[in-house]
């Protein structure tokens, strides 16, 4: 079988284990890299105002420098309490500096006393390829937020967010069960038809 290359375009390595997680039940022959894999890949400014536009312009950038189809994913945590917020801003809701643990330690800090906790999820993947193409699915999880932090095994908001139907967050939950419930799960599910056809 041969083995189809892609590239995720981010550097953060939790996200490239996830989505390799999720991709490499669905498509056994896929070989993901990350931006770590290509010294000298430019950083992207996530400069757009949607969570479409900051996917597709990460995946059109990465599959132009490293020559091989790209995919790319923005997601945001939308809490009804907070007006929306952090939104399509979650990566960095804390700062310019911001670290996953100082966003939830900000968003924790606003929900302090707030009776209506509910939050929604939200996904965009992108794949684009070197000649430019790029299509996008969108991928959506719904919960809420609780009151203090739950479970080791963290990534984003992991800790703070209980899926509908749960009573444990998604770092309480674990890998193998969140990897069917997440906001990214949903859209990479949606994603993996359109990969097939490129390597078709």
Same mark, same amino acid.
């Given at each position: 079988?041969?083995?189809?290359? #892609?590239?995720?375009?981010?550097?953060n390595? @939790?996200?490239?284990?996830?989505?390799?997680?999720?991709?490499?039940?669905?498509?056994?022959?896929?070989? #993901?890299?990350s931006? +770590?894999?290509?010294?000298?890949?430019?950083a992207?400014?996530?400069?757009? &105002? %949607? #969570?479409?536009? +900051?996917?597709?312009?990460?995946?059109?950038?990465?599959?132009k420098? %490293?020559?091989?189809?790209?995919?790319?994913?923005?997601?945001?945590?939308?809490? +009804? &309490?907070?007006?929306?917020k952090?939104? &399509?801003k979650?990566?960095?809701?804390? @700062?310019p500096k &911001?670290s996953?643990?100082?966003n939830?330690?900000?968003?924790?800090? =606003?929900m302090?006393?707030?009776?209506?906790?509910?939050?929604?999820?939200?996904?965009v993947?992108?794949?684009?390829?070197?000649e430019g193409?790029?299509v996008?699915? $969108?991928?959506?999880?719904?919960g809420?937020?609780? =009151?203090?932090?739950?479970?080791?095994r963290?990534?984003?908001?992991?800790?703070?967010?209980?899926?509908?139907?749960?009573? $444990? %967050?998604?770092?309480?939950?674990?890998?193998?069960v969140?990897?069917?419930?997440?906001?990214?799960?949903?859209a990479?599910? $949606?994603?993996v038809?359109?990969?097939?056809?490129?390597i078709?």
């Amino acid at each position: 079988m041969t083995r189809f290359e #892609l590239v995720v375009a981010t550097r953060n390595e @939790g996200k490239r284990k996830e989505f390799r997680r999720i991709l490499g039940r669905r498509i056994p022959c896929i070989g #993901l890299f990350s931006l +770590n894999d290509f010294p000298g890949a430019p950083a992207v400014r996530e400069t757009k &105002a %949607t #969570l479409e536009g +900051n996917a597709v312009l990460k995946a059109e950038s990465a599959a132009k420098f %490293t020559g091989l189809p790209a995919l790319a994913d923005d997601s945001g945590l939308f809490v +009804n &309490a907070l007006g929306g917020k952090p939104g &399509a801003k979650s990566a960095r809701y804390s @700062g310019p500096k &911001a670290s996953d643990a100082s966003n939830r330690r900000k968003l924790l800090r =606003q929900m302090k006393g707030k009776k209506t906790r509910g939050a929604v999820f939200k996904c965009v993947v992108a794949v684009a390829t070197p000649e430019g193409k790029a299509v996008f699915a $969108k991928g959506i999880a719904r919960g809420r937020i609780v =009151q203090e932090e739950r479970g080791r095994r963290c990534f984003g908001y992991d800790s703070v967010f209980v899926p509908c139907g749960y009573g $444990k %967050t998604f770092a309480e939950l674990g890998p193998r069960v969140k990897d069917r419930l997440s906001h990214r799960a949903r859209a990479l599910e $949606k994603i993996v038809p359109i990969i097939r056809k490129i390597i078709s």
